[in-house]
């Protein structure tokens, strides 16, 4: 059977690794498909943690997984590990007195971070509050599904929630296998290769960031964006967490593009800077405007401020 | 030559003891093995298509398995009221059986880890999470102590009972010098496998029902319940199907025992209760849910009322002398803090957590085909474990079997 | 040639290339290359320039119901035409100062009224901003998103909302849902 369809090069090389696995006796240490020709996949199985790695070992790693993504999504990946520039502590804010929670953001979020269509996953969450007594802080008041013909209704205001990339951030903390960490440039990321899929920073994030891809991941091919980083926007796999990057491939370049949720905003409620630089839109607002961070009692210290201009 | 094939025989031996059995021994496994094939064609199922065939998503990313996880981790730890006063106040009525509550302690830790290992969702990077070979994140992550304090508690029990077949099928007495300090190490394990797993959810500050200080000592209180419950049950079904002697004055003081852990966990409950309700934060909802429902959602209340009223009903059964010591009602008050307990510290615990979930989304979750599949194969393997080992052990501790260091074995 | 005579060729020369430069400068930024760089205001298909049709009409400053602008409703503060427009030349915009300026700069105009919005507009924090966070950054114009005469902004459609936790199930479909970002034209 594995010998069919390993001979059959139309046949997707995920499915049938997944359907080998799932045949391996049904047990998880025999889960990796034996008798396979494929050497990439036992590469796969023992490919070390991203930091351990040594620059010829993440260079042969690369070269693996770009010929794995072109051979399954039939495009070509160019994956980049740029690492954080230096100086830059990348920081996040959004107008609660702009947004319209119009989903724009969502959906760019989806198209430049290559996120799950099928089964879905969306990072950015947009809740709509009822106007009035109740605060942020009310969550259970909150409405995660509007949908109505016309944003903003009358009466409401909207709160787009995403990874908040926390100074402490409780996600890296209970990671059981250090698969997540937190970067020099402040942006919490990980190791898809890496991630046993436990599921505990899940529990630890106080902000619904961090998502998990119940099923294999699935994109329309003609919508894949083949420009990823390692840390960030390339393909996931099935069993694994992902959350926001800041859009860790656009960012850490120089010159760097803003994140692209901040690029569709058609308000222009999202604000993206370098923390460090007094110059910086971010340390305006912080400095100007009345600014609050989601959850602070749990002093988790996110990078992401909340802000009315008006 | 004979010495080196001795191992060989001494397993064949062993096999043959297991396969010994009546009618009601032979439908018993054949049932057991039917749940495991179960178990197994939905585990295969959901390493194939993936976790998505369970019902937990990221609203709710733990359910069902690790709600049995936390309960089973409480079943190991309860070895621990058998040993305290078996050995620290050698109290000979339970020093005889103290052997089936490291038994049952193995089997539960085994059924605890697969458990876990299903709820991964790259089972096959498990490794990633032990030291050196892998990235443990040590002593940062809750969940790598629980690595370490469960095979631990494991290693320990497995230790122990081995040491003690393993004299006593060559006919010797176990040397109580041996003996002890295992003893007496695995007394502060045995809690401690209950408290880091208690600190696993006490420690996320994202989730109020389970950052509240009274977790740890509640999972003991009510983990000091339910496991020896299970014990009670089990024992009376093998002094009936085994020479092996438990006497009532053993088991009516396991049930005394049980009489004042329930109690504890009760007012550990009550005061819970009250400073969540009385204060009435906004941390309350997650206190609501599980007890009142919330917004309309009412999934767990039935559930959790029944748990509450079940234990309370144990309580005062175990509390009496007379009903204690009745055999229905102590069989009734079992059952009945089995499920309770079960239904409190699993389903009751786990979900509540994740409703509201962190930006107040409320998903009632309830167990998908798969994972119930996957949950009663786990259950059916730790009966048919705990029964061969049983089947095994037995006959040693009685005296049935014996191996001798070489030669042929002796069987009565 | 010594040192001393060189210096003074090099003074008088670069005098004039000093001036040339400074007067470029002042001319870069009171002309329509604009302090910010932003993309073509939002003229309506064909209208601009203005002169087209207004070039041989006399300034009619008096209030009165427009013939042809009928589109336009202003429902902006309680003013006229030409508390922005320039009756002298409709190509270009009159501050209240009465100095002229293009509508690629009409920012200075809004910030007539609106300072703090201004303020905010000028640090990118107030109105979208793209291009590099750490280089050349793309302004828009306020009337980019508030038409000058009906400065609220329009309401959208929203996006679909998530699919629920319920309604998420394993599919065998070879069917991926498009991205809805792709059906809108913006």
């Known amino acids: 059977m594995s010998k069919k369809n390993c001979n059959n090069p139309s046949s997707k090389s995920v499915d049938r690794r997944s359907f080998l696995k799932g045949t391996a006796f049904g047990l998880a240490s025999l889960a990796i498909p034996f008798g396979t020709s494929d050497a990439s996949v036992w590469e796969a199985f023992f490919q070390k943690h991203f930091r351990e790695m040594n620059d010829d070992e993440i260079k042969s790693v690369i070269k693996r997984m770009e010929k794995e993504y072109a051979d399954e999504y039939k495009t070509g990946f160019k994956i980049k590990t740029t690492g954080p520039l230096p100086g830059v502590k990348f920081g996040y804010g959004l107008d609660l007195s702009r947004c319209i929670g119009c989903r724009r953001c969502v959906y760019a979020c989806v198209k430049e971070n290559n996120q799950s269509r099928e089964p879905q996953i969306h990072w950015i969450t947009v809740l709509q509050f009822e106007k009035g007594e109740k605060w942020v802080n009310v969550f259970e008041e909150a409405d995660r599904y509007y949908n109505p013909q016309e944003v903003p209704e009358e009466g409401h205001f909207y709160m787009p929630v995403q990874c908040q990339q926390c100074e402490n951030p409780p996600c890296v903390k209970v990671c059981p296998t250090q698969a997540t960490w937190k970067e020099r440039d402040g942006i919490v990321v990980v190791d898809y290769n890496w991630c046993i899929g436990c599921r505990y920073c899940m529990a630890a994030c106080p902000y619904g960031a961090r998502h998990f891809n119940w099923g294999k991941p699935q994109i329309d091919k003609k919508e894949l964006n083949p420009d990823v980083h390692y840390l960030g926007n390339r393909p996931r796999y099935k069993g694994v967490v992902e959350k926001c990057t800041f859009c860790i491939q656009r960012t850490r370049e120089n010159p760097g593009r803003y994140p692209a949720c901040v690029e569709i905003c058609p308000v222009g409620a999202r604000k993206f800077g370098n923390l460090l630089d007094p110059e910086s839109e971010i340390r305006y607002c912080i400095e100007n405007k009345r600014v609050f961070r989601l959850k602070e009692d749990l002093n988790t210290s996110p990078k992401f401020y909340y802000f009315f201009a008006i | 030559m004979s010495d080196l094939l001795q191992p060989v025989k001494n397993l064949f031996t062993t096999m043959k003891f297991m396969a010994k059995g009546g009618k009601w021994y032979y439908g018993w496994l054949a049932f057991l093995s039917l749940f495991i094939l179960i178990g197994v064609v939905s585990y295969i199922k959901q390493l194939d298509q993936g976790m998505i065939l369970t019902a937990m998503r990221d609203q709710v990313s733990w359910g069902f398995y690790i709600s049995n996880f936390t309960f089973l981790v409480g079943v190991a730890a309860a070895a621990v009221l058998l040993v305290v006063p078996a050995y620290l106040y050698n109290f000979k009525p339970i020093k005889e059986i103290v052997l089936l509550g490291e038994i049952l302690a193995i089997t539960a830790i085994i059924m605890c880890l697969m458990f876990v290992i299903s709820d991964l969702g790259r089972p096959e990077r498990g490794w990633h999470i032990l030291p050196i070979i892998g990235a443990m994140n040590f002593p940062s992550s809750l969940l790598a102590w629980d690595v370490l304090v469960l095979n631990g508690y494991l290693a320990i029990n497995c230790t122990a009972v081995f040491y003690v077949l393993y004299r006593l099928s060559l006919g010797k007495e176990y040397k109580m010098s041996v003996l002890w300090p295992i003893i007496i190490l695995s007394i502060p394990w045995a809690i401690s496998i209950h408290t880091v797993t208690a600190f696993l959810y006490n420690g996320l500050s994202s989730r109020p029902f389970w950052n509240a200080s009274i977790l740890a000592p509640r999972f003991i209180a009510s983990a000091l319940c339910s496991g020896p419950a299970l014990m009670l049950l089990i024992f009376q079904i093998v002094r009936r199907v085994s020479k092996m002697e438990i006497s009532d004055v053993a088991i009516f003081k396991i049930a005394e025992l049980i009489a004042y852990t329930m109690g504890l966990n009760l007012f550990l409950f009550a005061a819970e209760f009250f400073k969540e309700f009385y204060s009435g934060s906004v941390h309350l909802a997650p206190m609501q849910y599980p007890y009142f429902g919330l917004h309309g959602h009412s999934k767990l209340v039935i559930w959790m009322w029944l748990a509450f009223i079940f234990n309370l009903t144990a309580f005062f059964i175990f509390l009496r002398p007379k009903t204690r010591e009745n055999f229905f009602s102590l069989n009734l008050a079992c059952i009945l803090i089995i499920t309770g307990v079960y239904i409190e510290k699993g389903m009751g615990l786990i979900i509540p957590g994740f409703i509201p979930d962190v930006l107040g989304e409320i998903y009632e979750y309830g167990p998908s085909a798969i994972e119930k599949g996957v949950s009663l194969g786990i259950w059916a393997f730790g009966a048919l474990f705990f029964t061969l080992f049983l089947k095994f052990a037995l006959p040693v501790y009685t005296g049935d079997l014996r191996f001798k260091s070489s030669g042929s074995e002796k069987t009565e | ?186």
Request: with cysteine; charged share 25%.
């Open chain 3, 1 to 186: 040639m010594n040192l001393k005579s060189l210096s003074k060729i090099l003074l008088i020369v670069s005098i004039p290339v000093i001036l040339l430069l400074m007067l470029s400068s002042y001319a870069a930024s009171a002309d329509d290359t604009t302090d910010y760089p932003v993309p073509p205001p939002p003229f309506s298909e064909g209208i601009f320039p203005c002169s087209g049709c207004h070039a041989g009409m006399e300034a009619n400053t008096n209030r009165r119901e427009l013939s042809f602008h009928e589109d336009i409703k202003l429902k902006h503060f309680d003013g006229w035409c030409f508390n922005c427009h320039n009756p002298g030349d409709r190509d270009t915009l009159r501050l209240a100062s009465g100095k002229i300026i293009s509508f690629k700069e009409s920012e200075y105009l809004c910030g007539q009224c609106h300072g703090t919005m201004f303020r905010d507009w000028k640090v990118g924090v107030h109105g979208k901003r793209t291009g590099f966070w750490n280089g050349k950054k793309e302004y828009r114009l306020c009337v980019h998103c508030h038409s000058p005469h009906q400065p609220g902004f329009k309401p959208l459609k929203p996006l679909p909302p998530p699919i629920r936790p319920e309604d998420s199930k394993y599919k065998t479909s070879e069917t991926i849902p498009l991205n809805p970002l792709d059906s809108i034209k913006e």
